[in-house]
C-alpha cells in the first residue's frame, strides 16, 4: 500500500485548508497524524474504511472534519478556523485490518505517506 498526501501550504489563521490522502491498494481504518516542529507526532483524526466511524483529538474537534470516497481510494482532512499551533507536518496513515473503531494511536497504522507540510501564520 501506498500513501500520497497533498494539500498542504501557508494560510494565515482563521483560514482553511483541505489535505487529500489517495492510496494505491487495500486500505482499512485511515487516519491523520501530524508533527508540529521539535515536537512529538499527534493523532489528528481518522476514519473507518466504512466512514461510519471518526475520532478526533480534541483539539481539533469542531473545526476539523475527515471524510474519504472509496471509490477513489483517497481520504480527505478539512480544516478550518486554522490557528497557528496546527502548523506541522501531516501525515496520512493506513491501518490493515478491519476495525469497529478507528484507532487513535499512531502504531496502529501500518501503512505511511510522505507528509505535508501545513503552516498557519498569525
Known amino acids: 500500500v501506498q500513501l500520497q498526501a497533498s494539500g498542504g501550504g501557508l494560510v494565515q489563521a482563521g483560514g482553511s485548508l483541505r489535505l487529500s490522502c489517495a492510496a494505491s491498494?487495500?486500505?482499512?481504518?485511515m487516519g491523520w497524524i501530524r508533527q508540529a516542529p521539535g515536537k512529538d507526532r499527534e493523532f489528528v483524526a481518522a476514519?473507518?474504511?466504512?466512514?461510519?466511524?471518526?475520532s478526533y483529538a480534541d483539539s481539533v474537534k469542531g473545526r476539523f472534519t475527515i471524510s474519504r470516497d472509496n471509490a477513489k481510494n483517497t481520504v480527505y482532512l478539512q480544516m478550518n478556523s486554522l490557528k497557528p499551533d496546527d502548523t506541522a507536518v501531516y501525515y496520512c496513515?493506513?491501518?490493515?485490518?478491519?476495525?469497529?473503531?478507528?484507532?487513535?494511536?499512531?502504531?496502529?497504522?501500518?501503512?505511511w505517506g510522505q507528509g505535508t507540510l501545513v503552516t498557519v501564520s498569525s
Open positions: 491498494g487495500r486500505t482499512f481504518s
Open positions: 476514519i473507518t474504511w466504512s466512514g461510519g466511524s471518526t
Open positions: 496513515a493506513a491501518e490493515d485490518k478491519v476495525t469497529v473503531v478507528p484507532s487513535t494511536a499512531d502504531e496502529e497504522y501500518k501503512y
